[in-house]
């Protein structure tokens, strides 16, 4: 049998070695381990078998990319097939490259949706719509929906005021309402915007259908908007704050009823589980370890792994929204590692890095010569202020910061959303546009009456969403970026992008057999894209 040690150095570090390194049993974790909303055992494929080619220091297309762009469906694994050397490819089927919405069930797209009646009206709708939409040419290539003309008749308040919609045959439908409600307020026309909130608390329901309950959030942070700013917005919320055990509850919730988290852990431990595979001494940063869960499996995994385990450090950096959920701090997190990595014999320490994601220095990461390194960013990057709040652009500092430590692997997993520097209109359309898909993928996964899914979606959803639109300036800590703009802040920091193949789509693939079918996934520009329908929500990327 082999000996255990339990080494505490400091408050911050716990550590478990075993002498000497042997091959060992599988290990196991308790199911009360992972009710904190962690990674159920088995729930995604990471193990030691995953393959990921050569990787080169420059940009590399995925081989499936060189045939027409189109989603994966993941609801049949008919569609799946390899190629000769074991990139997944799927029979295609058509798909915009656009991500049109237009395909969309169960809300409605665009102001031509008014039924007909009157050709001058209708004209105008025509109008009103291309002043929307654009041509196709104004749409971001990077898959998501950006209205990028912020002209002040984009939306004309004088055809939408309160005192005119209400008196329209048929009535207009709540995305007309909603949007008309964000121009008004957009034009400080705050009689109007007043007006049509009214009719918005009509028209909305937590309990309704996706578009009723994103537009129940939607009129929440318009309120805030309109009559509140800064930290106050979040006082003034009808959302009250909720407690630890509530946070925890709702965050377990969201990870198991859509798969998005789930696409951030399963891709970067495909990543980090190749790139590593002949080290015996593994640093992993994590700058969001949340509860810890993303690393259960990887540690089973190395369990596994020929010739023994490798020591593996990790070292966790907190969140607040975390800390609440868990009532304590990081120990809590490595006290659960340590024991799971006691169980599966691998050598493991812990090192809680007790500052923020944007006021990490060198000095926290407990950085050792010769080892290494992997770190993780698993959508927390928008989150670190950047140039356009502040002129010390944490954001930045962060990457080139961990630039100069030559990593082995960098992990980076973010919305695909544009969401940051837009002024308040256009960012409200791409707000509605990507929460509206957002709605709909968890609708399909819980019933509208489930008290569960409601209290998930205020607190994991609504104040994200809330502080999107309500907030500004550093006040507002939600800002997304496209998977092009990240691209060209890594290369600005001398990262190269890493070629992903067969094991990351097969890792993704494997986790998706479990959710609905409408979730897609594109390998395109070097990532990998996660898609609800034909609307991109997550990209996963690999840097060095």
């Known amino acids: ?3 255990f040690q339990k080494h ?56 499936s990319s060189k045939s027409a762009s189109c989603f994966v469906s993941c609801d049949s694994a008919s569609n799946v097939s390899s190629s000769s050397d074991g990139t997944p490819f799927v029979k295609s089927f058509p798909s915009d490259r656009h991500f049109s919405v237009e395909n969309l069930s169960g809300s409605p797209l665009s102001v031509s949706s008014i039924a007909d009646y009157g050709n001058d009206f ?11 939409l654009g041509p196709e040419s104004d749409v971001s290539d990077c898959q998501s929906h950006c209205f990028k003309n912020e002209s002040p008749n984009i939306f004309p308040t004088s ?3 309160s005192n005119r919609v209400i008196d329209m045959v048929p009535k207009p439908d709540l995305k007309q309402v909603v949007i008309a409600c964000a121009r008004a307020i957009s034009d400080a026309d705050t009689s109007n915007a007043l007006g049509l909130m009214g009719m918005l608390e009509q028209m909305v329901s937590v309990m309704g259908d996706p578009i009723q309950r994103l537009g129940a959030y939607l009129l929440e942070g318009l309120r805030a908007r309109l009559e509140f700013s800064g930290g106050i917005i979040y006082r003034k919320l009808k959302c009250k704050e909720p407690t630890g055990a509530e946070l925890m509850t709702s965050m377990h919730v969201i990870y198991e009823v859509c798969p998005y988290w789930k696409f951030a852990y399963a891709s970067a431990n495909a990543v980090i589980t190749k790139v590593m595979e002949n080290e015996r001494g593994i640093h992993i940063v994590d700058f969001q370890i949340a509860q810890g869960s993303q690393w259960v499996p990887f540690i089973q995994a190395l369990a596994r792994r020929p010739g023994g385990p490798p020591l593996l450090r990790i070292t966790g950096i907190d969140d607040s929204d975390s800390t609440l959920a868990r009532g304590a701090g990081l120990e809590v997190v490595g006290q659960r590692l340590l024991n799971i990595a006691e169980s599966c014999n691998v050598p493991f320490e812990f090192h809680d890095a007790a500052v923020s994601s944007s006021e990490v220095e060198l000095q926290n990461l407990m950085i050792q010569p010769g080892e290494a390194l992997a770190v993780n960013f698993p959508y927390v990057l928008h989150h670190i202020p950047d140039e356009s709040v502040s002129t010390q ?12 430590l030559s990593p082995k692997v960098v992990t980076l997993v973010e919305q695909e959303s ?4 837009s002024s308040f209109f256009p960012r409200f359309i791409e707000t509605f546009e990507y929460y509206k898909a957002m709605f709909e993928s968890i609708d399909v ?9 409601i209290s998930m979606e205020q607190n994991c959803v609504a104040r994200d969403l809330v502080n999107m639109i309500a907030c500004e300036g ?22 190269n992008q890493l070629r992903l193949n067969a094991s990351v789509t097969h890792a993704v693939l494997d986790m998706l057999k479990q959710y609905h079918g409408n979730y897609r996934i594109e390998e395109r520009e070097g990532a990998l894209y996660l898609g609800w329908i034909n609307r991109a929500m997550s990209t996963s990327s690999a840097w060095r």
């Open 1 to 3: 049998m082999p000996s």
């Open 8 to 63: 505490h150095s400091s408050a911050n570090v716990l550590m478990f070695y075993q002498q000497p390194v042997q091959m060992t049993e599988p290990c196991y974790s308790s199911n009360d381990e992972l009710i904190d909303g962690g990674m159920n055992k088995g729930s995604v494929s990471q193990g030691s078998d995953a393959s990921i080619q050569t990787y080169d220091e420059q940009i590399l297309t995925l081989d």
């Open 122 to 132: 209708q004209d105008k709708l025509r109008e009103l719509e291309m002043s929307l």
């Open 159 to 161: 055809m939408w005021h």
């Open 393 to 404: 652009n944490h954001r930045d500092r962060v990457l080139r910061l961990i630039k100069s």
């Open 418 to 421: 544009n969401a940051n520097t």
């Open 445 to 453: 996964a819980r019933s509208r009456d489930d008290k569960q899914r």
């Open 474 to 495: 550093p006040e507002r800590t939600e800002r997304h970026e496209l998977f092009g703009k990240w691209r060209s802040r890594f290369q600005m920091a001398g990262f």
